[in-house]
């Protein structure tokens, strides 16, 4: 996947040990914000984000 233009938010998803951090930077505002995350939240994500990309597919017109 290819992105253009100016980045709003990033996000990355740590593992550490048995844990998942989710790590969200805010780009305009300098501000990072962390949050645990479950393992089944981990595990659904990939559904997830086919979801998005589905309703982006669509026009986001249909629920």
Same mark, same amino acid.
């Given at each position: 996947m290819s992105a253009t233009g100016t980045p709003l938010y990033s996000a990355e998803l740590i593992q550490e040990g048995?844990?998942?951090?989710l790590v969200v930077t805010d780009h305009?505002? #300098?501000t990072v914000q962390t949050?645990?995350?479950s393992r089944r939240m981990v595990e659904r994500l990939p559904a997830l984000l086919s979801r998005l990309d589905s309703? #982006?597919?669509r026009g986001l017109r249909q629920r």
């Open positions: 048995g844990a998942y951090k305009p505002r #300098h949050a645990c995350v309703l #982006h597919l």
